[in-house]
Nanobody, 115 residues
Framework: QVQLVESGGGLVQPGGSLRLSCAASGSIFGAMEWFRQAPGKQRTLVATITRAGTTHYADTVKGRFTISRDNAKNTVYLQINSLKLEDTAVYYC???????????WGKGTLVTVSS
């Protein structure tokens, strides 16, 4: 059974940093992504990393967010620096299962940026 579990969210002041983790289990995964959904807004793509390590970022987070992964641990990370109020959102992990081609989602972790 495929499962994705995010962790690392919390309350942080503007300018602070957080490291989010997403532990995937139950299969082998290709591309892994982080999305976020702010209150009252649609879920949007934040960053992507392929199994080989190629990365892509949304323009709004370039230079502040870094996505990485550990294939041996089936885990993807999102380092978030210089947090802004507008980064407040639930952050979701998404992964493509290489065995069946399906996409799977975690339940999300809440990041709140507030002074």
């Amino acid at each position: 059974q495929v499962q994705l579990v995010e962790s690392g969210g919390g309350l942080v002041q503007p300018g602070g940093s957080l490291r989010l983790s997403c532990a995937a289990s139950g299969s082998i995964f290709g591309a892994m992504e982080w999305f976020r959904q702010a209150p009252g807004k649609q879920r949007t793509l934040v960053a992507t990393i392929t199994r080989a390590g190629t990365t892509h970022y949304a323009d709004t987070v370039k230079g502040r967010f870094t996505i990485s992964r550990d294939n041996a641990k089936n885990t993807v990370y999102l380092q978030i620096n210089s947090l802004k109020l507008e980064d407040t959102a639930v952050y979701y992990c998404n992964a493509v299962d290489l065995m069946d081609g399906m996409e799977y989602w975690g339940k999300g972790t809440l990041v709140t940026v507030s002074s």
